[in-house]
């Protein structure tokens, strides 16, 4: 279940950087965002499969608002 107060759930990418710093710096910044809930993702789905046959949709990027772009 989703839980806005663990941002970075044990086992989550930022356990997998091997740097001690480098991972600090990740799951501090990663603290601060607005993390998606699995219901954003879900209307988004649901928003892609039911439109019309006549709709062609290639690509669909979710992010948290602010998230900042590379």
Do not use: C, W
């Not at 997998?16 to 480098?22: A, K, L, R, S, Y």
């Not at 809930?37 to 879900?42: F, G, K, S, T």
């Amino acid at each position: 279940m989703y839980d806005p107060s663990n941002p970075t759930p044990r086992g989550s990418f930022p356990d997998h950087i091997p740097d001690d710093e480098v991972q600090k710096n990740v799951k501090d910044y990663v603290g601060t965002m607005d993390a998606l809930a699995p219901e954003d993702i879900a209307r988004t789905i649901t928003f892609v499969v039911t439109q019309p046959a006549r709709v062609d949709i290639n690509e669909v990027l979710i992010r948290p608002l602010d998230q900042v772009q590379p």
